[in-house]
T-cell receptor, first 117, second 109 residues
Framework: GAVVSQHPSRVICKSGTSVKIECRSLDFQATTMFWYRQFPKKSLMLMATSNEGSKATYEQGVEKDKFLINHASLTLSTLTVTSAHPEDSSFYIC?????????????FGEGSWLTVV | GQNIDQPTEMTATEGAIVQINCTYQ??????LFWYQQHAGEAPTFLSY????GLEEKGRFSSFLSRSKGYSYLLLKELQMKDSASYLC??????????FGAGTQVVVTP
């Protein structure tokens, strides 16, 4: 079964509204989670590192006020796309490590398709 | 910083072998992953290399040379279902991944 669960899998929202995407680690505690976005036919681009109990670390060029990340517990990180615009339409996916980055212990969520109309 | 290069697309016939190369530059190496991704789906783990050499897992093998900043993914006995994007990614010690642009493999009958 899924080790990292992401919800919703698909969401359509109106331009100007906000959308929240959840990423949960199901059977392990994740002090760090990662958020990526992927445009059609492009690779995954790291957006930010979500740190439990502290501020997220954003990659260069990613607007932290637009993509709000909250990591309030050891099993949940949320990404909120605020004031969404059509250009925010993308595939968003999270990942988590069960322990310090070894081997195949990086787990991805199922991904969330966001369409802004 | 990091730089990861892999070919954009490769085409091969069913039953054949395809080798996807990945070259990289990084200031600190903590491991290299290969993922398979079908359109619209999450990446699927294929292999992880942290030491030099060849890792074999069924039809898929991955090779790493840290001194050359080079890895390859070898797909044997290609099947139609292997048509997908293959992503080379470097990791830090905490699980952060930096992906290459991906190689789209097209398997033809």
């Amino acid at each position: 079964g899924a080790v990292v669960s992401q919800h919703p899998s698909r969401v359509i929202c109106k331009s100007g509204t906000s959308v929240k995407i959840e990423c949960r680690s199901l059977d392990f505690q994740a002090t760090t989670m990662f958020w990526y976005r992927q445009f059609p036919k492009k690779s995954l681009m790291l957006m930010a590192t979500s740190n439990e109990g502290s501020k997220a670390t954003y990659e260069q060029g990613v607007e932290k006020d637009k993509f709000l990340i909250n990591h309030a517990s050891l099993t949940l990180s949320t990404l909120t796309v605020t004031s969404a615009h059509p250009e925010d339409s993308s595939f968003y996916i999270c990942s988590a490590s069960s322990h310090r980055g070894a081997g195949n212990t990086i787990y991805f969520g199922e991904g969330s398709w966001l369409t802004v109309v | 910083g990091q730089n990861i290069d892999q070919p954009t697309e490769m085409t091969a016939t069913e039953g054949a072998i395809v080798q996807i190369n990945c070259t990289y530059q990084t200031s600190g190496f903590n491991g290299l992953f290969w993922y398979q991704q079908h359109a619209g789906e999450a990446p699927t783990f294929l292999s992880y290399n942290v030491l030099d050499g060849l890792e074999e897992k069924g039809r898929f093998s991955s090779f790493l040379s840290r001194s050359k900043g080079y890895s390859y993914l070898l797909l044997k006995e290609l099947q139609m279902k292997d048509s997908a994007s293959y992503l080379c990614a470097l990791t830090d010690s905490w699980g952060k991944l930096q992906f290459g642009a991906g190689t789209q493999v097209v398997v033809t009958p």
